[in-house]
């Protein structure tokens, strides 16, 4: 457990209660690079942990045998999911690392199910998924295989089993018009636990027709990430040991410390950045890879490669200020409550009958809101969240995550509807606010459009 979080502190973009980085991590030093009929492979490739930050140095290189076997299971693992029937009597097959080699690896996985044309043989059976479509020179089996042509057959390969079964995860997807005018709205989850990928087809078509994706915030604008970042971070000559108690300091660094974080880099941050990123990895689960690809960043992947204008409808510094200016008590009780979630979630903690209750009920939540967002039922997901609790309580940061937010996404979400001549938008944000009491459904219902829950 410790090691699985200290491999996702660098990488975790994002709290569950909005979409604003937690602590900052270094881009990854690239040296090869993805050819442009990748592209289209790469957001689905990264999320399932087909690819991850290092194929800088190896994407482009032949694939190794280790390399394939890693692959192989992460493709072994996502076609498990679908319980599908089991076949027997299917051939042993050449493996390498040649381009035929690979077709037969990835093929032997598919071979042990009950899947429509899997008894033509690994040629016939791919090349119908799409999965192998060649070139003037065939499809080439005899060539040593690149990483980058393994991982892009591997990715088509799920997809195309996984859509062929209508599954893979559906998403809070709504469609509104006006008009000329579509709006598709996802109501996202901040985190990535609970075998969330691969999205369902229905979910990356919406995406990808679109010729606007609006997000929370614009998660390529670098100006507004520097911003949030020194936001994090005390620039009046204090540290984290002048605003909280001793012990709880103490604490905090030893918890950041059992994760690589030494001292004085934890003394820098103010303790809403750190509990964000208490929060963030006391939320995962053991399907979350060392990649942690938040459901908005992968959206945000999948557009960026998809050459899709990305923007927000919010500014970093807004998202920072809900924190920023909370009152200094409550930051301490902040920083303390996700500081005993984290203990608690590592091995060999002693058990607190209280916090081990609440750590279970979190999960339980957690669990039962993924469950009815990979379904796409919405009623379920407000059974779940129940966001009139939220809003009805004292604590002074939900008001200002739903109260005071709420109408801004409604009103951003009518100025697209709203807009002059023929547009399709994707606009992804914390499903909270596509929920009742506040959200953006009704409130665009309220102003007279149309928007309907997409089959």
């Known amino acids: 457990m410790k090691q699985r979080f200290k491999a996702l502190l660098a990488a975790l973009v994002g709290a569950a209660l909005l979409a604003a980085p937690a602590l900052a991590a270094a881009e990854p030093q690239t040296q090869q690079e993805f050819a442009p009929w990748a592209y289209s492979a790469v957001a689905d490739s990264y999320a399932m942990g087909l690819v991850d930050d290092g194929y800088g140095t190896y994407i482009t290189s032949p694939i190794t045998q280790e390399q394939l076997e890693s692959m192989t299971a992460v493709v072994a693992g996502k076609l498990a999911l679908l319980e599908l029937p089991q076949r027997?009597?299917?051939?042993?097959?050449?493996?390498?690392?040649?381009?035929?080699g690979v077709m037969n690896a990835l093929y032997q996985e598919c071979a042990a199910y009950e899947l429509p044309g899997v008894e033509d043989g690994v040629e016939a059976f791919l090349s119908s998924l799409g999965v192998v479509q060649g070139s003037g020179a065939g499809l080439a089996q005899e060539r040593p295989c690149t990483y980058q042509e393994a991982m892009v057959m591997a990715q088509r390969l799920i997809l195309a089993v996984y859509d062929s079964q209508d599954a893979g995860s559906k998403g809070l997807l709504w469609k509104a018009v006006n008009g000329d005018n579509t709006l598709y709205l996802l109501g996202t989850i901040h985190m990535d636990r609970s075998n969330v990928y691969p999205m369902h087809r229905s979910l990356r078509e919406a995406l990808l027709s679109a010729d606007?994706?609006?997000?929370?915030?614009?998660?390529?604008?670098?100006?507004?990430?520097?911003?949030?970042?020194?936001?994090?971070?005390?620039?009046?000559?204090?540290?984290?040991?002048?605003?909280?108690?001793?012990?709880?300091?103490?604490?905090?660094?030893?918890?950041?410390?059992?994760?690589?974080?030494?001292?004085?880099?934890?003394?820098?941050?103010?303790?809403?950045?750190?509990?964000?990123?208490?929060?963030?990895?006391?939320?995962?689960?053991?399907?979350?890879?060392?990649?942690?690809?938040?459901?908005?960043?992968?959206?945000?992947?999948?557009?960026?490669?998809?050459?899709?204008?990305?923007?927000?409808?919010?500014?970093?510094?807004?998202?920072?200020n809900i924190f920023d200016t909370l009152d200094p008590e409550y930051l301490e009780a902040y920083l303390e409550g996700t500081l005993l979630m984290y203990e608690a979630a590592m091995e060999g903690a002693e058990p607190d009958p209280e916090v081990t209750a609440a750590v279970e009920a979190n999960e339980k939540?957690?669990?039962?809101?993924?469950?009815?967002?990979?379904?796409?039922?919405?009623?379920?997901?407000?059974?779940?969240?129940?966001?009139?609790?939220?809003?009805?309580?004292?604590?002074?940061?939900?008001?200002?995550?739903?109260?005071?937010?709420?109408?801004?996404?409604?009103?951003?979400?009518?100025?697209?509807?709203?807009?002059?001549?023929?547009?399709?938008?994707?606009?992804?944000?914390?499903?909270?606010?596509?929920?009742?009491?506040?959200?953006?459904?009704?409130g665009l219902r309220a102003l007279g459009y149309t928007v309907e829950l997409v089959p």
């Open 365 to 442: 939540t957690l669990d039962a809101m993924f469950t009815a967002w990979k379904n796409r039922d919405m009623e379920a997901f407000s059974a779940a969240y129940n966001k009139q609790a939220i809003v009805s309580s004292e604590d002074q940061l939900q008001s200002r995550l739903f109260t005071d937010r709420d109408p801004g996404m409604i009103e951003a979400a009518a100025a697209f509807l709203e807009q002059e001549g023929s547009h399709t938008t994707f606009m992804a944000v914390g499903a909270g606010h596509m929920d009742d009491p506040g959200g953006i459904v009704s």
């Open 88 to 100: 027997t009597g299917s051939e042993a097959l050449v493996i390498d690392t040649t381009r035929g």
């Open 212 to 320: 606007t994706v609006a997000f929370e915030l614009d998660f390529n604008d670098a100006e507004g990430i520097a911003e949030f970042a020194a936001m994090q971070t005390y620039s009046d000559g204090t540290t984290l040991a002048d605003h909280i108690r001793p012990e709880l300091y103490q604490r905090v660094v030893a918890a950041f410390v059992g994760l690589g974080m030494p001292e004085e880099q934890t003394a820098l941050y103010k303790p809403w950045a750190l509990a964000n990123s208490l929060s963030a990895l006391s939320m995962t689960d053991d399907t979350t890879s060392s990649n942690a690809m938040a459901i908005d960043l992968y959206c945000n992947s999948l557009a960026t490669w998809a050459d899709i204008p990305v923007q927000g409808v919010e500014t970093y510094v807004l998202q920072g």
